[in-house]
């Protein structure tokens, strides 16, 4: 389980805190979701691939490619795909 803390909305990226540890997981949101920062989301955020993710707060499930985990907050703008001209 995590949540939410970043989102770039551009190239349908997500960070997603994870509560045990604090690592963060960068996933691709595949389709419209509403999806926002604090959500709290359930799922395998540990396991590469295709996966489908449960949005606890608005209890809403939405498909997602999960692309790494274990990112540190250091690394986020270049897991999520952010540029230098739009951050």
Do not use: C, H, W
């Not at 045990?20 to 959500?39: A, K």
């Amino acid at each position: 389980e995590g949540t939410v803390r970043k989102i770039n909305p551009v190239r349908g990226m997500v960070a997603i805190e994870l509560r045990d540890d604090g690592s963060f997981t960068v996933v691709e949101v595949l389709g419209s979701v509403d999806l926002e920062v604090d959500d709290i989301v359930r799922g395998p955020l540990r396991e590469l691939g295709s996966a489908e993710l449960m949005n606890v707060t608005k209890n809403d499930a939405f498909d997602v490619i999960v692309q790494n985990f274990d990112v540190t907050a250091g690394q986020l703008p270049r897991q999520l795909l952010v540029n230098e001209r739009s951050r």
